[in-house]
């Protein structure tokens, strides 16, 4: 099994994105987008804010953005040739509202471009699980089905890409605290509901199974959260587990320490960003996670050139 793993994509930066012709030449099984799949806050055509914007004009922004990104053309045709329902999404900051936005704080003043966000991202779910078919994004910003007054939170599934692999797939958006004068005990990142569920599925699986954990935000981001880190490093205690992370614009592996197996995380971001999205110099970064009977190998490439190799053992989980 071949997963390929990366975020940070903004085509009015990078129009060209030869990243994804990599991706394709090295033939995944599944492709796993990290975030920041739009930058909602960046300055379009002379356009608001998204914080000063009312729904409508927000929703029209989500549906600019999300119709150039799937119109793509080298996004598009990795899309196009993946099979169905092998492509998976999430968010972070830019694609959720804008740049560091909580939402257990947002809820209630923009509350209603919260439930969009969430209904385009899962439109644009479904339409990465059908490869872009005609007819499988709505072709209006206004079809009923972005405008749900009971729109659920964002979905956090749990899949099996194959019976020894689980790929859990988190929300560190919705349910996130700011830090900054909210004592310790009361943040949060992903919420005890979110936490419970993800428990009873790592807890309800197999010992041998292998768990990819699909995070917008590196652990380095955990570190504010003590409630969620110890969480995650309890789990990884107990449970062969392998973050997969975006956000920085960068290709980074790292580990972490905890009371069993260690917590191991590949990072790489900046698919078709610049250093700092609009300034620098183009990053074009994504990872590969091979899975075999016996080993775990993670390789991190910049320009099409491998910066990071590391192969871990499965049954002892540390670096061979």
Known sequence: ??????????????????????????????????????????????DDHPQEMNADPFARRLFKLYGELMSQPQFRALVQRMPPDSVDALWDDHDFLWNDAHGAELQRIHGDKIRLSTAFLEAFRSALARGFAPGSFPARYDDP???????????????????????????????RTRTWLVEESKRTLFGKAQRDRFTTAFDGSPSEVVHLWASGSTVAGYERYATDLAWLNGLASQHRTLVLSGDIHRNKLDAFQT???????????????????????????????????????LQLFRKNVREHLRVLDRRTWLPV
């Open 259 to 297: 009371a069993g197996f260690p917590l191991h995380e590949a990072t790489s971001s900046g698919a078709g960003v610049k250093d700092a999205v609009v300034f620098g110099r183009p990053r074009q970064n994504f990872g590969l996670v091979d899975i075999d009977p016996f080993t775990v190998t």
């Open 145 to 175: 089905v972005f405008w749900q007054p009971a729109q659920p939170s964002l979905s956090t599934p749990t899949v099996a890409p194959a019976p020894d692999l689980r790929l859990h797939l988190s929300d560190g958006r919705t349910f």
């Open 1 to 46: 099994m071949r997963i390929a793993f990366t975020s940070c994509m903004f085509n009015r930066v990078c129009a060209d994105q030869p990243v994804w012709g990599w991706i394709a030449d090295q033939a995944p099984d599944r492709l796993l987008l990290l975030g920041d799949s739009l930058y909602l806050d960046l300055e379009l055509d002379g």
